[in-house]
């Protein structure tokens, strides 16, 4: 088990005869909100208080790599979120934007806005083709990724399942996938604006590749029994 906080450690600790061991310890130069562990369970991504994406390796704890978690000038990273196939990334800041990065080229591909409060969920669907968040503004958004993304993951998640020796799912897509190389240059970020008004949710008409693919309200009813 791997856990951070806020005193700026990691933790490792192994589970053995009903009991969780301590292990390797380190600590980190901020404050720690989040973290994630990629699919291969070799390396640790945490969102740290002063923006900033530290990766640590699961072998021994050491710190591998660091890069802007956010193009913000202000405020705290506070959620991440690694995509099914381990290229990219989601982050969430205390400025209410969101941002997706690649984790190889530590390239910013998508900046998205639109919620009112603080974004305190963020998920990407099993297919790769949406990124859901959640908000302290009682409102679940669901976004569209970009075709050129979702080639990317799946192409990758096909690759991981050839390697271990899994059966590759069909898939309703003509011609086959190509292959593709994760950190590959890619063109300018895409920013993306969601207002909300009188008349219903609408998209700025500049943005074709990213947007709001749904978005509901939720919120939490209490009742007596």
């Known amino acids: 088990m791997i856990s951070c906080g806020v ?28 973290m994630e562990v990629d699919s291969n369970s070799k390396h640790i991504m945490t969102a ?11 072998q021994n704890a050491k710190h591998t790599k660091t890069f802007k978690g956010s193009l913000s000038d202000d405020g705290s990273l506070v959620k991440l979120s690694l995509d099914p196939s381990g290229i990219y990334l989601a982050t969430s800041c205390t400025d209410k934007t969101i941002s997706v990065f690649d984790c190889y ?11 009112s409060e603080l974004v305190t969920g963020l998920r990407f669907t099993n297919d790769c083709k949406h990124l ?32 271990s020796g899994q059966a590759t799912l069909p898939r309703p897509m003509n011609p086959p996938l190509p292959k593709i190389i994760p950190g590959t240059p890619t063109k300018e970020p895409i920013t993306v604006e969601h207002s909300r008004s009188n008349s ?20 939490w009813h209490s009742h007596d029994f």
């Open 7 to 34: 005193d700026k450690s990691i933790m490792f600790r192994q589970y053995q005869n009903n009991q969780f061991l301590r292990g390797m310890h380190c600590s980190s130069k901020s404050t720690l909100y989040d």
């Open 105 to 115: 080229s530590n390239e910013c591909m998508a900046r998205m806005y639109g919620h």
């Open 132 to 163: 859901i968040s959640s908000s302290g503004d009682g409102c679940v958004f669901i976004w569209q990724v970009p075709h050129d993304m979702i080639v990317t993951m799946q192409a990758r998640l096909s690759q991981q399942r050839l390697r």
């Open 200 to 219: 219903g949710s609408k998209i700025l008409d500049s943005i074709e590749e990213v947007r709001v693919y749904m978005e509901f309200s939720c919120s």
């Open 48 to 58: 740290c208080q002063d923006r900033n994406i530290r990766v640590y390796s699961t």
